[in-house]
């Protein structure tokens, strides 16, 4: 099956720092990757969709100064949180949208947490 | 604008019982649909989905789901429960191309 992975899993930093978390597509290309947050004992909260080759679509009230998103490849997608502080520790989660065939899946990475100190 | 409610917020059931969580959603078209399941920590695993035809959709490791659109519903079921279903459970709404919405989720434990 389709297989998604991010880099890193884990990562503390400290607060005004920036950080790049990598989602990639393994065994298939992704035209569409999207970027989600989840708080703990919360649901998905999704921030942002992402064309390859064009701007990140961000979803209302998400700063895309903040959270930059990069879709470089079919196969690649980066969010980089900049100036992190703590209020953004969570638990970042991406997809890829494959379209293979005549259904659309999406497709979830095992997650990145962001802890900031 | 297309959103998904999840009623049960936890849900405890002893192993060997069987399970049923609720979905409900609200989307102007025909919805693609999905139940995921989310380990403490992990990503989100696809446990089934629901484009078109046969309303009772199989999934892995036992999970089936009936579409309803008289109920505007997508229930999840297991006939019975294992302690490694322990987990929590997502459904979510999208549509070709598009991002998904999901539910707040329901948390499963089980008894032994």
């Known amino acids: 099956g389709a297989v998604v992975s991010q880099h890193p899993s884990w990562v503390i930093c400290k607060s005004g720092t920036s950080v790049k978390i990598e989602c990639r597509s393994l065994d298939f290309q992704a035209t569409t990757m999207f970027w989600y947050r989840q708080f703990p004992k919360q649901s998905l909260m999704l921030m942002a969709t992402s064309n390859e080759g064009s701007k990140a679509t961000y979803e209302q009230g998400v700063e895309k100064d903040k959270f930059l998103i990069n879709h470089a490849s079919l196969t690649l997608s980066t969010l980089t949180v900049t100036s992190a502080h703590p209020e953004d520790s969570s638990f970042y989660i991406c997809?890829?949208?494959?379209?293979?065939?005549?259904?659309?899946?999406?497709?979830f990475g095992p997650g990145t947490r962001l802890t900031v100190l | 604008a297309q959103s998904v409610t999840q009623p049960d917020i936890h849900i405890t059931v002893s192993e060997g019982a069987s399970l049923e969580l609720r979905c409900n959603y609200s989307y102007g078209a025909t919805p693609y649909l999905f139940w995921y399941v989310q380990s403490p920590g992990q990503g989100l695993q696809l446990l089934l989905k629901?484009?078109?035809?046969?309303?009772l959709v199989q999934g892995i490791k036992g999970f089936e789901a009936e579409f309803k659109r008289s109920q505007s519903s997508f229930n999840l079921r297991k006939p019975s429960v294992h302690w490694s279903d322990a987990a929590e459970y997502f459904c979510a709404v999208g549509s070709f191309g598009n991002d998904m919405r999901f539910g707040a989720g329901t948390r499963l434990t089980v008894k032994p």
């Open positions: 629901y484009f078109s035809g046969d309303t």
């Open positions: 997809s890829a949208s494959s379209t293979s065939g005549s259904s659309n899946t999406q497709y």
